[in-house]
């Protein structure tokens, strides 16, 4: 299963157990439209973010392939500190004050112990189109309240 999968799935289940509580028939329907949402994102390309993770299992680090999609989405390999190009395939929009974009590694395991006990998802900080830093992912629901499953506003 490609990464991008993993995050829809990841994010469609979340989606799921939110509403599973008490499932009326408009709630039902919001599930469905999410999963639509996010089926048809998977169709498009996603950029990387190469940044050092760390394993939660050796506690060493190791260069991490962060997927994400933010500016033209089109394959696009940033570090910290790079400037977000614009253009092509476009998501999102550019020149935001502060942006908090979904990022999910591309690999399953820990390359230096092999380990599947790593962290997956992330939260990329993007101010002004510059990205600052990376951190685990707090909380995947406040993608899905913006009603958009890639990044998240937090100041205009
Ligand atoms: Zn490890």
């Given at each position: 299963?490609?990464?991008?999968d993993?995050?829809?799935?990841?994010?469609?289940?979340?989606?799921?157990?939110?509403?599973?509580?008490?499932?009326?028939?408009?709630?039902?329907?919001?599930?469905?439209?999410?999963?639509?949402?996010?089926?048809?994102?998977?169709?498009?390309?996603?950029?990387?973010?190469?940044?050092?993770?760390?394993?939660?299992n050796?506690?060493?680090?190791?260069?991490?392939?962060?997927?994400?999609?933010?500016?033209?989405t089109?394959?696009?390999?940033?570090?910290?500190?790079?400037?977000?190009?614009?253009?092509?395939?476009?998501?999102?929009?550019?020149?935001?004050?502060?942006?908090?974009?979904?990022?999910?590694?591309?690999?399953?395991?820990?390359?230096?112990?092999?380990?599947?006990?790593?962290?997956?998802?992330?939260?990329?900080?993007?101010?002004?189109?510059?990205?600052?830093?990376v951190?685990?992912?707090?909380?995947?629901?406040?993608?899905?309240?913006?009603?958009?499953?890639?990044?998240?506003?937090?100041?205009?």
């Open positions: 299963m490609a990464k991008s993993k995050s829809i799935h990841n994010i469609c289940l979340a989606s799921i157990k939110r509403y599973t509580g008490n499932l009326t028939k408009q709630k039902c329907s919001r599930v469905g439209f999410i999963l639509i949402t996010m089926l048809n994102k998977k169709m498009s390309a996603y950029n990387l973010l190469i940044s050092e993770v760390s394993c939660l050796c506690y060493r680090q190791y260069p991490g392939r962060i997927q994400f999609k933010f500016g033209s089109a394959y696009l390999q940033y570090h910290i500190g790079d400037k977000i190009q614009w253009g092509v395939n476009d998501t999102g929009t550019s020149g935001l004050n502060k942006v908090k974009v979904y990022g999910i590694v591309e690999t399953d395991k820990c390359p230096l112990c092999n380990s599947n006990n790593i962290v997956e998802d992330f939260d990329i900080f993007i101010n002004n189109d510059i990205i600052l830093n951190k685990e992912m707090e909380n995947v629901e406040c993608y899905l309240k913006e009603g958009n499953s890639e990044y998240v506003v937090l100041e205009r």
